[in-house]
């Protein structure tokens, strides 16, 4: 302190001047971060977007004639990612059994899967008969032995 202001009261330094900003500011840049925090997880917890995700979730095993053979395995993949050219596709994902935890609910005796996403049941519909659905099952059905397809909505 250097003095007292004429009520008596402290007169802070420069330095101390530079505490109390620098205390302010600190304080404007917590209450800033929280806030940007909360609204980061708001928005993970919607999806992390304003748009409105697929509603119909078009899953589908594939269990290959040659489970060892990493050509068709390969030639199954390559035929199962053409797909999401077709323009219904909203959304692709293309996996292998994962090595997760041996459990009695999980089945990981597939070869391959898809989940493809799309808005409605119209456009899974306008997929099932597009050409390239088409020229995937006659390219790529003498590959597998069985195919289980599970189709779920959006509730």
Same mark, same amino acid.
């Given at each position: 302190?250097?003095?007292?202001?004429?009520?008596?009261? $402290?007169? $802070?330094?420069?330095?101390?001047?530079?505490?109390?900003?620098?205390?302010?500011?600190?304080?404007?840049?917590?209450?800033?971060?929280?806030?940007?925090?909360?609204?980061?997880?708001?928005?993970?917890?919607?999806?992390?977007?304003?748009?409105? $995700? $697929?509603?119909?979730?078009?899953?589908?095993?594939?269990?290959?004639?040659?489970?060892?053979?990493?050509?068709?395995?390969?030639?199954?993949?390559?035929?199962?990612?053409?797909?999401?050219?077709?323009?219904?596709?909203?959304?692709?994902?293309?996996?292998?059994?994962?090595?997760?935890?041996?459990?009695?609910?999980?089945?990981?005796?597939?070869?391959?899967?898809?989940?493809?996403?799309?808005?409605?049941?119209?456009?899974?519909?306008?997929?099932?008969?597009?050409?390239?659905?088409?020229?995937?099952?006659?390219?790529?059905?003498?590959?597998?032995?069985?195919?289980?397809?599970?189709?779920?909505?959006?509730?």
């Amino acid at each position: 302190m250097i003095g007292r202001s004429s009520g008596g009261l $402290p007169i $802070p330094t420069k330095c101390e001047t530079s505490s109390l900003t620098m205390n302010t500011d600190r304080r404007t840049f917590l209450a800033t971060a929280a806030t940007l925090g909360a609204a980061a997880a708001a928005s993970a917890a919607t999806g992390g977007s304003s748009h409105t $995700p $697929p509603k119909l979730v078009h899953h589908v095993f594939f269990w290959l004639k040659n489970p060892d053979s990493k050509e068709d395995l390969a030639k199954l993949l390559a035929g199962i990612r053409g797909l999401a050219a077709i323009e219904t596709v909203r959304g692709i994902h293309v996996g292998v059994p994962a090595s997760t935890e041996k459990r009695e609910v999980v089945d990981n005796s597939f070869s391959a899967s898809e989940i493809l996403y799309f808005d409605d049941v119209a456009g899974q519909d306008a997929y099932q008969v597009h050409p390239l659905h088409q020229k995937f099952v006659t390219e790529c059905s003498h590959l597998w032995s069985k195919v289980i397809v599970y189709d779920a909505i959006s509730v």
